[in-house]
């Protein structure tokens, strides 16, 4: 089982941009999908962002396409989330996850799936 920490959440205004981070420890990082989820008060937990195990393959929601960019370091076992041109719809605790799969280019965007979560950050848009 992998060991998830988050760091990078923070209050920003609506235009801004944050970098997410998640390190990962106790497991062998590059044999998991890496995503970003996110939760809202309210509202279900929902996929933001997925990448394989190789970076090679990346995936995102439609709400979220074209501001935000997921990336991984095997080496330094971490998955980044660049966040750009923040929405207050944007404001939620976004969560780290990882997924195993037999499919190398999975990007982990089934909720089902998640193995292993971090403790989540909390991201705040003002308008």
């Known amino acids: 089982q992998v060991q998830l920490v988050e760091s990078g959440g923070g209050l920003v205004q609506a235009g801004g941009s944050l970098r997410l981070s998640c390190s990962a420890s106790?497991?062998?990082?590059?044999?998991?999908?890496m995503s970003w989820f996110r939760q809202a008060p309210g509202k279900e937990r929902e996929f933001v962002s997925g990448i394989n195990m190789s970076g090679f393959t990346t995936y995102y929601a439609e709400s979220v396409k074209g501001r935000f960019t997921i990336s991984r370091d095997n080496a330094k076992n971490t998955v980044y989330l660049q966040m750009n041109s923040l929405k207050p719809e944007d404001t939620a605790v976004y969560y780290c996850?990882?997924?195993?799969?037999?499919?190398?280019?999975?990007?982990?965007?089934?909720?089902?799936?998640?193995?292993?979560w971090g403790q989540g950050t909390q991201v705040t848009v003002s308008a």
């Open positions: 106790g497991s062998t990082f590059s044999r998991y999908a």
């Open positions: 996850a990882a997924s195993s799969s037999s499919s190398r280019i999975y990007t982990g965007t089934q909720l089902s799936d998640v193995g292993s």
